[in-house]
């Protein structure tokens, strides 16, 4: 997990694509109601995450990656306007009504937000919150759901995990609060865990310890991971394929590999080149010049024309996503592949 960009572990390049796509979306798009109308606020994303497969949904801040992910979870806020499909399990979820929707995706999601604090209850203990879960979802009884928290906490590296259930959450760490929110996250067994920027709130000593455990429950328990980041390093590192977003919009999509290696899209290049590269000396980052249109003020076009050093006339058309070399790209003047 601590390896950098440049030199990617060799599994990451070949995902297995005979395994079964356990998480499907298909030209969502959100837009938020106002006292003045709609309010688009990401537009025609696509992709889908395979058992076993960590795909990161990678951009700056504003970009629109948390609210894709809140109309994932089906927690998006109540003015929301959702298009498209969105399809758990070769079932669409995106049609359910909210009570069907909570009991499917109790059961077969977990999500890992950014800050436990929270996320998790501060008056609950946390066996209460875990065992309540356990009972809800799996209908356990309650020495059943205590036995199987403790397992939880200990396969997490909780020490002293009895002890830990009777605690509270603001007496623990920032890295042990992360790890009870993944034992939280894989307890009901789910075949799709959302992970929403899950260690930037953590020391960068204690963020490779919490992403190598995802790595390991990934792994072992075969899940399909949806990664949500601002950081390539860490898409590089960790996921499989990466859906690189800008101003509500998939810009690029392809192997995290490819992307990180060659990427098409100047958008991708300017991400990656931001990360400071110790590998090569590079240790002063370039960033992209310019900052992400707020909502409501997008470009017509290219979004990210305003920013682009290629940037022509023919930016003013709104490009297609379409294959340039490995990846696929949003981009009428995509970039040369490197060799
Ligand atoms: N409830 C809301 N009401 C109005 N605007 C919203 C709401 N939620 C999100 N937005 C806007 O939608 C855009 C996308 O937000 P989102 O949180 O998805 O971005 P993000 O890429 O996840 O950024 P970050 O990394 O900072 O979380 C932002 O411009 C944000 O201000």
Redesign the pocket.
């Known amino acids: 997990m601590t390896a950098h960009i440049a030199s990617l572990p060799a599994d990451r390049a070949s995902p297995a694509l005979d395994t079964r796509i356990v998480l499907e979306v298909e030209g969502l798009s959100l837009s938020?109601r106002?006292a003045d109308g709609l309010?688009p606020?990401?537009t025609d994303v696509s992709f889908a995450i395979r058992q076993g497969e960590a795909v990161a949904l990678v951009?700056?801040?504003?970009?629109?990656?948390?609210?894709?992910?809140?109309a994932i979870m089906g927690i998006a806020?109540d003015?929301?306007e959702i298009g498209g499909t969105i399809t758990l399990n070769g079932q669409a979820i995106s049609g359910l009504s909210p009570r069907a929707r909570r009991k499917l995706c109790g059961r077969h999601m977990g999500f890992i937000f950014q800050e436990p604090m929270t996320a998790l209850h501060p008056t609950l203990s946390i066996g209460r919150q875990m065992t309540d879960t356990l009972r809800h979802n799996l209908g356990l009884s309650h020495a059943e759901a205590t036995s199987r928290a403790a397992q939880l906490l200990d396969r997490v590296g909780i020490p002293r995990a009895r002890d830990i259930l009777k605690g509270y959450v603001h007496e623990l760490s920032g890295g042990m609060r992360q790890r009870v929110m993944i034992a939280l996250a894989i307890s009901c067994g789910p075949s799709l865990v959302i992970a929403?920027?899950p260690t930037t709130a953590l020391d960068v000593t204690i963020q490779a310890q919490v992403l190598d455990l995802l790595d390991d429950m990934r792994r072992e328990l075969d899940l399909a991971m949806l990664f949500?980041t601002?950081d390539l390093e860490v898409v590089g590192d960790f996921c499989d394929r990466a859906v690189v977003?800008y101003a509500?919009d998939v810009v690029e999509r392809g192997l995290s590999a490819d992307i990180v290696r060659s990427p098409a899209h100047p958008y991708a290049r300017g991400l990656i080149d931001a990360v400071p590269d110790h590998d090569d000396g590079r240790t002063r980052l370039t960033p992209i010049l310019g900052t992400?249109p707020?909502?409501g003020q997008w470009p017509p076009g290219c979004r990210f024309a305003p920013r682009c050093n290629r940037v022509d006339a023919q930016c003013r058309t709104r490009p297609a996503l379409e294959l340039h070399g490995s990846t696929e790209a949003r981009c009428w003047h995509p970039l040369e592949p490197s060799a």
């Not at 951009?59 to 809140?70: H, N, P, R, Y």
């Open positions: 938020l106002n309010l606020i990401v951009g700056e801040s504003g970009c629109g990656k948390s609210i894709t992910a809140s806020p003015n929301a929403d920027e949500i601002h977003m509500g992400v707020p909502v």
